[in-house]
Structure formats: C-alpha cells, structure tokens
C-alpha cells in the first residue's frame, strides 16, 4: 500500500485496525520491520547509500521486497543508465520495477534501454537467499558476494 506521506498513517492504521497483524486482509501495509504487519519492503533506490544492505538483510530476514530499476525519464536522459537497474538486480530483492520492459521504449530518447534478465527468463536464483537447489536460473552475482 503505497498512499503517500500525508495519508499514510491513517491507511495503514485503517488496515491494521483489529488485525495487527493483517491476517486474513488482502494488503500490503507500508511499516518497519518487526512491526506485526510489516511483511513488505519498498526501498526504490539499491544506489543509494547502505539501501542494497537493507535490502539484502531484510529478504534474508523473510521479508518481500520491491526496488526499481529505474527513474522515469531521469535514467534514461542521464549519464549513469544502468547504474540502478545494476545494482537493483543484483540487490536481491523480489521485485524490480521498470518503466524501461521492452527494447525500443527508451528509442525516442536517443537511449537503448532495457530492463530484462538473460535469455529473456522472467525469473532467477535469489542472489541473497536461493537454496543451493535453485539451479537452471542464473544469478548476477555469486550467493552472499558484495557489490
């Protein structure tokens, strides 16, 4: 649940109210970490300061969690294209959103952008937390290698 900064303590404390632990509701709620309905983690930029340690520490402690690859317009016209999605795919994290899904989108802006793992697969290993038999799906990185 992603309502903004000035809703979203009254969302979430909606959600929570007399399910803490949001059992049985069919949302996400934006918390902390060790928070009773915090299973979900949005952390948008694996760039930026100690972001892909939080990531990986929170995929190894169980939570989901949701990075970008991408700034719209602003990765593609800047100098550092994929510096972002880079570090986003090798973050860990269960979820990389682009805006950039397709070869050719990017084009108009005189950029050849993708956001795509190898082969075209639309899965791989967890470089974080993928058991040793997660085979068949290649990682970016080794399991528990720095960036």
Known sequence: MDDGPKTLGLVRNASVEGRPSLEGRVVFTQ????EADCAFRK????TKGDVVATIREDVARGY??????DIPIETVVGKNVTGMRDAALRSGAQVVSTDWPAWGMSARYNVDYVVALE???????NPVNAPESCTGLPTLEAKGQEL
């Open 31 to 34: 918390s902390a970490p060790g």
């Open 119 to 125: 082969g075209g697969r639309t899965a791989r290993c």
């Open 64 to 69: 989901w969690v949701r990075t970008r690859a």
């Open 43 to 46: 952390l948008n930029d694996a």
